[in-house]
């Protein structure tokens, strides 16, 4: 890369933002016309740019609504306590989670018989946090599929839709107790095998309503 | 369907956004007193987009919950002293996000990568254009926007995804407006190279 190209590559941000001076941006401009490199920069920074901009939101995870009406009620900040409390039904999530484990436990090779890990590892502290982080991606994945499922059930009869809106329901229901059952033992690799088995059920059913042919 | 009852309506939201009006300070007021239901409200009106700049300020799910849990507890200590002068929405995200660059800068020292252009322009040269096509995938630019460093992080956040100035991004950081337009772009660079997959 040449002087010219460095001096003006710090502009292109700028001009990327039309926010460079009628004079810089003429020369920016001159300097493109010939300059495949910098027209290449510029194109990946618009590209960037239009990009951050448009990020969706990402949903914040189920349960911290609560968490944060019982602080606020204890700091005295709201006066009543939120109306309702989930109860998590571990052992139901247990049991309905039961098959897709089984296999999750012969791949991963972790018995039943492991412990739930302490706070001391930090290897395993390093596997949370991937965890959770990898959680809130998949989870507004999840949404936009939700989005799609949605549209698609509303073209189809009222009976199939019938059946597929309580199947959905069961399988929501069971994601929800799943990610219960997460917020109170996070350090369990266990309980975050029933979450993760609980998306995936969701993934292959919403896959299911959406690619149901109804011609 | 009935799931979506609850749901907040966007246009309403964005409506919001324009009028600083007395629905504004009558609603504040009564978040203010206290009022359950109030809160409510408040938290699903507001609690995606805060959660959503935490999340994309730390790059760690984990710490974006406790920061948004604490924001709400901030945000309602505070919102006695929102005035109307601006849109409700517009104060909450100011001041939220003044709280979440103090409250990460007390949780770990800042770091403002000082990268020189030569080397940031060195990983650029190793790149192949062809590449470029997969650039914006969202996951991978969420992720890469995760790996960058803490500095540069929060000033693309700041300014590409929240649409602060740069005059308003000095001022919360603490910078000049030069300082930030010059961290930007290096920023942005980084992000590119990152999103090229040629980095180290
Ligand atoms: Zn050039």
Redo the contacts between chains.
């Keep these: 890369m040449n002087k010219e190209c460095r001096q003006l590559e710090a502009l292109l941000s700028e001009y990327t933002d039309g926010s460079t001076s009628v004079g810089e941006a003429a020369r920016i401009e001159a300097h493109l016309a010939g300059c495949a490199r910098c027209r290449e920069t510029l194109r990946d920074l618009r590209r960037l740019k239009a990009a951050l901009a448009n990020l969706p939101p990402l949903r914040p995870p189920a349960g911290l609504k609560m968490r944060i009406q019982e602080q606020a009620g204890a700091a005295g900040l709201i006066t009543k306590q939120p109306r309702y409390r989930l109860r998590p039904t571990a052992g139901w999530v247990l049991a309905a989670a039961a098959c897709l484990l089984l296999a999750i436990l012969l791949v991963t090779g972790l018995g039943p018989a492991t412990a739930p890990l302490t706070d001391s590892s930090a290897e395993m502290k390093d596997i949370f946090h991937d965890l959770r982080n990898a959680e809130t991606l998949y989870l507004n994945a999840i949404d936009r599929m939700d989005q799609l499922a949605a549209l698609k059930m509303n073209e189809m009869p009222p009976q199939i839709r019938q059946t597929f809106e309580t199947n959905l329901a069961l399988i929501n229901q069971t994601l929800a107790e799943s990610r219960t059952y997460v917020l109170e033992n996070a350090n369990n690799p266990r309980a975050w095998e029933h979450l993760l088995a609980a998306y995936q059920k969701k993934v292959e059913f919403l896959s299911l309503i959406i690619e149901t042919d109804l011609s | ?1 009935g799931a979506l009852a609850g749901q907040p309506n966007q246009d309403a939201i964005c409506g919001m956004r324009l009028l600083a009006g007395k629905d504004d300070i009558a609603f504040s007021q009564k978040i203010a007193s ?3 239901r109030a ?2 409200e408040f ?1 699903d009106r507001f ?6 700049i935490a ?2 300020l730390c ?4 710490l974006s ?1 406790d920061m ?2 604490e924001v ?2 901030h945000l ?2 505070k919102i006695h002293l929102f005035n109307g002068q601006a849109s409700l929405s517009t104060w909450l995200y100011r001041v939220a996000t003044n709280f979440y660059i103090s409250y990460l800068r007390s949780y770990r020292p800042k770091q403002y990568p000082h990268e020189s ?1 030569e080397s940031l ?1 060195k990983h ?2 190793q790149k192949s ?1 062809q590449q ?1 096509s997969t ?2 995938h ?2 991978d ?2 992720r890469c926007l ?1 790996q960058l460093p803490d500095g540069y992080r929060t000033i ?1 956040v700041l300014h ?2 929240e ?1 602060y100035k740069h005059e308003e991004i000095a001022e919360m950081l603490n910078i000049s407006p030069g300082t930030s ?2 961290q ?2 290096h920023a ?2 980084k ?2 190279s990152l ?1 090229q997959g040629v980095e180290p």
């Design positions: 369907m206290g009022d359950a809160f409510e938290y609690a995606t987009r805060l959660f959503s999340f994309r790059g760690d799910a984990g919950e948004t849990q709400f507890l309602l200590r252009e322009h650029l040269d254009s470029s650039l914006h969202r996951l630019l969420e995760a693309i590409d995804i649409g337009k010059s930007l772009h942005r660079m992000l590119r999103l």
